[in-house]
């Protein structure tokens, strides 16, 4: 079925440094592609999102840019810090079998920022 | 106010027993969700609800049974309860179906013993 492909799994950076996470998708029609922050014990937050028409989204420290043609997308974070640590999921809408989309879920990257 | 809240918060049990979660989202949401997260933090959904209307429904086992009052609640019955049912389930709702952001509850750890 379709998925989506996340990597790294784990990713550790010093304070200040840049981190960059990727993933691809398998659907051609996907058009909406959001990335989520959960600390431990918490829920996955929105943080940032983009759509299939736009090829670059930033907010402060954090970006995100999307390759249709060759469908993957990264989160970009600069000038990491502490609080920053966190599992890091993107996502995906993926055509369902009800005709209609759903978000479809990478599997994570444990992203740790040593101080 | 809580956009999204999940009762109950923590959800210890025996195999073999029925439970509900119960989910109210007060963002005026079409669309509401149940994901689980296993052990390995892995995301997968479960069931949509959009207006009341099932239209998502994942391979998920019958003993799982949701339940949508109105569009502001959705409701999670498990029967006869198994190990591997131990997770965390997480309520989430977005505006509409499709590809539009989701806000997700503070989850709902169950543990089965």
């Known amino acids: 079925g379709e998925n989506v492909e996340q990597h790294p799994s784990t990713l550790s950076v010093q304070e200040g440094d840049s981190a960059v996470i990727k993933c691809t998708y398998s659907?051609?029609?996907?058009?909406?592609f959001p990335w989520y922050k959960q600390e431990l014990g918490k829920r996955p937050q929105l943080i940032i999102d983009?759509?299939?028409?736009?090829g670059e989204k930033k907010d402060q420290r954090i970006a995100v840019t999307l390759n249709k043609t060759a469908k993957h997308f990264s989160l970009h974070i600069t000038e990491t810090q502490p609080e920053d640590s966190a599992v890091y999921f993107c996502a995906a809408s993926i055509r369902s079998g009800a005709g209609s989309y759903q978000l479809t879920f990478g599997k994570g990257t444990k992203l740790s920022v040593i101080p | 106010d809580t956009a999204v809240s999940q009762t109950p918060k923590y959800l210890v049990t025996q195999m073999g027993n029925d439970k509900s979660i119960k989910c109210e989202q007060n963002l005026g949401h079409d669309t509401m969700y149940w994901y689980k997260q296993d052990s390995k933090k892995f995301l997968k959904i479960m069931f949509s609800y959009n207006n009341k209307e099932l239209i998502i429904n994942e391979t998920v086992p019958n003993r799982f049974s949701p339940k949508s009052p109105d569009k502001a609640h959705l409701n999670l019955h498990i029967n006869s309860l198994e190990l591997g049912d131990s997770a965390v389930y997480f309520c989430?709702?977005?505006?509409?179906?499709?590809?539009?952001?989701?806000?997700f509850g503070p989850g709902t750890r169950l543990t089965v013993t």
């Open positions: 659907d051609s029609a996907s058009n909406y």
């Open positions: 983009i759509r299939s028409n736009v």
């Open positions: 989430a709702s977005s505006p509409w179906a499709g590809g539009y952001e989701q806000y």
